[in-house]
């Protein structure tokens, strides 16, 4: 149910096994193409921001800006 945000689907693969129609492999099947993809994602977008790591490190410029803020007034 984390990876399928249809409820719909969910409720026909519940049925589907339920009834014998689909079997435990066939589920894993589609857990696994749903991990992966989900996987390949998240990698994506962890490459896309690795040019910004630096800037929220403790060292980084908006770190820096963080620790100089004084959040008691805001």
Do not use: C, N
């Not at 991990?35 to 060292?59: G, I």
């Amino acid at each position: 149910m984390f990876f399928e945000p249809d409820d719909t689907t969910i409720e026909e693969i519940r049925a589907d096994y339920k009834s014998g129609r689909m079997l435990t492999g066939q589920i894993k099947d589609i857990l696994v193409e749903r991990v992966t993809r989900f996987l390949r994602e998240h990698r994506e977008r962890k490459e896309k921001a690795s040019s910004q790591v630096h800037l929220f490190k403790k060292d980084g410029q908006l770190a820096r800006e963080m620790w100089r803020h004084d959040f008691s007034k805001s």
